[in-house]
T-cell receptor
Framework: AQTVTQSQPEMSVQEAETVTLSCTYD???????LFWYKQPPSRQMILVIR??????QNATENRFSVNFQKAAKSFSLKISDSQLGDTAMYFC????????????FGTGTSLTVIP | KAGVTQTPRYLIKTRGQQVTLSCSPI?????VSWYQQTPGQGLQFLFE???????NKGNFPGRFSGRQFSNSRSEMNVSTLELGDSALYLC?????????????FGPGTRLLVL
């Protein structure tokens, strides 16, 4: 079975500062994918960043980057130059490489960017 | 391209009734997955349909069912509603099934069971 743990239910950061959201997972799979999704208040979930487990290089998307530690089963999200629009619930998600599209989600981290 | 659309957006039902929710995927996407989101249980996978066939199923009772049509639109049905079925139901579409495909989520249908 796959489990995803987000140990920080709530976080806050000052505008323009950097924040890191933690995610750990447990799996016996060797090939898989990891995602961070963002769910702003009353708005739909959108993809922030995606990482393929077989790639050692950490994924980056503009101000968003990940620190992927496969051996430690850790997948943290770093948001640089935080903006008010980053205020949202952030979900870490795991997907096996085979067997269809099934996300295993963490419980989420509510991030508030303070002006 | 239009995004994933879900109808209706809000729904109020009473215990024992049944409900059908609809999801239209992004044009060209053939996989549709459904998730239930509640404050207590978080996001839980219901099922995935790909090319009109159920590909995966989560750990939900048989009261939860779904189907997919030839145009990839999907419906999910919940029969004999219980109070605990109150939730935000999200659907997500992707081009294909498997291989770490990015899934694009709809705005959800918020179901309240009284």
């Amino acid at each position: 079975a796959q489990t995803v743990t987000q140990s920080q239910p709530e976080m806050s950061v000052q505008e323009a500062e950097t924040v890191t959201l933690s995610c750990t997972y447990d799996t016996s799979e060797n090939n898989y994918y990891l995602f961070w999704y963002k769910q702003p208040p009353s708005r739909q979930m959108i993809l922030v960043i995606r990482q393929e487990a077989y790639k050692q290089q950490n994924a980056t998307e503009n101000r968003f980057s990940v620190n992927f530690q496969k051996a430690a089963k850790s997948f943290s999200l770093k948001i640089s130059d935080s903006q008010l629009g980053d205020t949202a619930m952030y979900f870490c998600a795991f997907m096996k490489s085979r067997g269809g599209n099934q996300f295993y989600f963490g419980t989420g981290t509510s991030l508030t960017v303070i002006p | 391209k239009a995004g994933v659309t879900q109808t209706p957006r809000y729904l109020i039902k009473t215990r024992g009734q049944q409900v059908t929710l609809s999801c239209s995927p992004i044009s060209g996407h053939r996989s549709v997955s459904w998730y239930q989101q509640t404050p207590g249980q978080g996001l839980q996978f219901l099922f995935e349909y790909f090319s009109e066939t159920q590909r995966n199923k989560g750990n939900f009772p048989g009261r939860f069912s779904g189907r997919q049509f030839s145009n990839s639109r999907s419906e999910m049905n919940v029969s004999t509603l219980e109070l605990g079925d109150s939730a935000l139901y999200l659907c997500a579409s992707s081009l294909v099934s498997g291989g770490g495909e990015t899934q694009y989520f709809g705005p959800g249908t918020r179901l309240l069971v009284l």
